[in-house]
């Protein structure tokens, strides 16, 4: 596609859900005549009618209004698969969004990723669970990302915020909307402090409870795994632990008293093998893990201590000056799921840490 237009054109074709338009993006077809030969009539004839008569076709008018709303604010960013900021990791899941409205800093895609969801409901204990691994997180230079509903998540994002650390906010209605008004402080820090808010639905679109479990497959999916904090047996964050197994993230669950009925969903996601934590190195330990055979070089030992990996694709690029990921990319020539998962491998082995600007060699 070789303009935003004709990826927004795409996003509002009639009868093409996101599963459908993902499986027809994967095949890679030419621009128009591939496009128009694989659609289905009724999204075929849109497509064409816009093409040779745009002043004539209904998406004209879509895609200037989401131009136009792009344009108005400096922050305000438009999202689709090929764009610069895209985070590819979303395209691992089989129904990508087609298109993501942002509002925020695109920088908070830089930083590794890990979901925090739980209970609407929660205890004082749960409410310092989530400040506590969401600060420590941030502090290690991970991305807090959650869906910015009451109770843990909206703390989870204050206590990244609180930490001059990343997050990232999903939202279950359009981008412009404030739900749960509550939020309307945590909406305007997340916009003013480093943080991103992302959503798959047009602005002025209001909350609707059947947006929410699609929204979770969106908050997994931008992360390298999920700590469950306080859920009830029967809780949407158990339909976010589920869907980040499908999509192979690690499962994070923090142990409760038998007695408090928001402990009994993360005491059953132990017993379904979820990884149990108790402090922040057991997470870290555990997504050290993500490390493969094919992207993780050999490493040396000497008896004055460890020896930096030689070769490595990324640590041979770095130096003492921040290095941003969008230019570590270039340089590499390796896409952003892996270098974004080189890069927190070689965080928590020692070797970089980030900085204002960018990566750095330690």
């Known amino acids: 596609m070789p303009t935003p237009e004709c990826a927004l054109a795409l996003a509002h074709l009639p009868g093409m859900g996101p599963r459908r338009l993902a499986e027809l993006q994967r095949q890679a077809p030419d621009w128009p005549q591939g496009w128009l ?36 604010a400096a922050d305000q960013h438009l999202l689709y ?125 209001r909350a609707n409870p059947a947006f929410f479990p699609r929204r979770n497959r969106l908050i997994t999916g931008l992360s390298l795994g999920v700590l469950v904090i306080e859920a009830a047996e029967k809780s949407g964050s158990l339909i976010s632990a589920r869907l980040a197994a499908e999509q192979n993230r690690e499962v994070f669950a923090l142990p409760g008293s038998l007695n408090n009925p928001q402990a009994q969903g993360c005491l059953a996601l132990l017993k379904q093998g979820a990884t149990l934590v108790s402090e922040l190195a057991d997470i870290l330990l555990e997504l050290g893990h993500w490390a493969t055979a094919d992207t993780a070089p050999e490493t040396a030992t000497n008896p004055s201590g460890p020896t930096a990996p030689s070769g490595d694709p990324l640590l041979d690029l770095l130096s003492g000056s921040p290095t941003p990921l969008d230019l570590l990319i270039e340089l590499s020539g390796r896409d952003f799921g892996f270098c974004q998962q080189r ?20």
């Open 37 to 72: 030969a694989m659609l289905p009539a009724p999204a075929r004839d849109a497509l064409r009618l816009w093409l040779d008569h745009p002043a004539r076709s209904p998406l004209s008018v879509l895609v200037e209004r989401a131009l136009a709303w792009q344009a108005a």
């Open 81 to 205: 698969p090929g764009h610069a900021a895209w985070p590819t990791l979303l395209d691992e899941l089989p129904d990508p969004p087609p298109l993501l409205w942002a509002i925020g800093d695109l920088d908070a895609f830089e930083a590794p990723g890990l979901a925090i969801v739980g209970t609407r409901r929660p205890t004082r204990e749960g409410l310092g669970n989530a400040a506590r691994f969401a600060g420590e997180l941030a502090t290690a230079g991970l991305c807090v990302t959650s869906g910015m509903a009451l109770g843990i998540d909206g703390r989870a994002h204050q206590a990244a915020l609180d930490a001059r650390g990343r997050s990232i906010g999903v939202l279950g209605c359009g981008i412009d909307v404030t739900y749960p008004a509550h939020h309307a402080e945590l909406y305007r820090r997340m916009r003013v402090e480093g943080g991103l808010l992302l959503s798959e639905h047009a602005p002025g679109t």
């Open 343 to 362: 890069l927190l491998e070689l965080e928590l082995e020692g070797w970089v840490s980030q900085a204002p600007g960018g990566w750095v060699r330690r």
